[in-house]
């Protein structure tokens, strides 16, 4: 081993893939997958512009397309009320408040937000940050540590993957939505660990389907463990005011320790939020390194998020027909023999195909007869899994769905045939 390192050290020798980048092994894998795929005669499908607002239409290479790659459930992003907001708030403010909130980020704006967060969802407090994915991350890498258990879905979204590696806890995952197996886990392993964290969803992104959140909540009561739920595709999207998974179960929220969501989708603006009891939303803003030491969220941002909270109290319509158009697509797609999965009452249904080539390619033929919807392939998900997306706005039209699932039923027809 000595003869080796003094071998390294000879700085000739030192291969270039430890300070090149272009010779990263990993890259290089990269650059082949790019080539296989392109060898195969299908386009880049990644970082295609889209050229107007994304809703329930979008524009690419200059084509209006039906689109269903879009997380603006509600239909904020784009709305007057809203865009006005963020332009006086520009207008006000500026467009950074260019420090932390701790020292001198801090904004009028910033503590009406998290008010109005917190009383959306019923909980005693809020904190809001600069990204969603950070959000995760931070709070569950600070607030556990290496005596902790966490206990969390399997299909549990990357952030909270990377805030588990973070903390240095012993991470453990369940069968997806698998309460049952959760409950196990604890009667096995909690008496070995200091503190506990179970999380789950509150719809999943990659099935669209609903935890049993009630007994997660006994679980947790029952081996004095904590519950985070990121409802980064549930709020303003369950329930019949949006209010989240807490309204569509009926439940009180003080039963989840943190709320987590993200203010990105049904809020139309960028960045994350922890809402829950006045003690770790505190303990938060004055440690969590990713609030700390981040950048207060911006002026427009803040700004977007209050008005579409007061727009979604105010036309809780919204909330219904999403609801509505999400429940036709799904009944559509089943009569028309269609594998859906767990998709149920939620607006993100999958269309499942198997496999990954064959996904790619529908997208694609669906996008030549001016529909936009995303594939998701290995390793998003499991190799026999690939899959289209489908997520529903509050602004599709029935006709639209209609439409929709005839194209993508005779698309998928012809898939078999070949
Ligand atoms: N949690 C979940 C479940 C998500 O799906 C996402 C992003 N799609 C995030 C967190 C991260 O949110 P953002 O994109 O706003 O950073």
Known sequence: ?????????TPSEIPLEYYCFEHYPEYRKLKQQQQEIAALGINNPFFTPQEALNSNTTIVAGRELINYATYNY???????VVSQAAKDAIDHYGTSVSASRLVSGEKPLHRELERAIADFIGTEDSVVFVGGHATNVTTVGHLFGQNDLIVHD?????????????SGATAVAFPHNDWEAARRVLQERRHRYK?????VEGVY??????????EFIEIKKRHKAFLMVDEAHSIGVLGAAGRGI???FGIDARDVDLWMGTLSKSFAS??????????????LKYTAPGFVFSVGISPPNAASVLAAIEVLKAEPQRVTRLQARSRLFLELAKQKGLNTGTSKDSP??????GDSLKSVQLSQNLFKRGINVPFMIYPSVPHNGARLRFFITCNHTEDQIRSTVDILAEEVEKMHEH
Do not use: F, W
């Open 348 to 353: 993100v249904i999958p269309i499942i195909v």
């Open 246 to 248: 807490s309204e569509y």
């Open 1 to 9: 081993l000595l003869r080796q390192k003094a071998k390294l050290a």
């Open 195 to 199: 503190r506990v964290l179970i999380i």
């Open 270 to 283: 960028c960045g994350g939020y922890i809402a829950g009891g006045q003690a770790v939303v505190e303990y």
């Open 74 to 80: 509600v239909g904020m992003s784009g709305d007057p």
């Open 154 to 166: 399997c299909l549990s979204h990357n952030s909270l993957l990377q805030g588990c590696l973070l």
């Open 205 to 214: 992104s990659t099935d669209g389907d609903i935890p049993n959140l009630p």
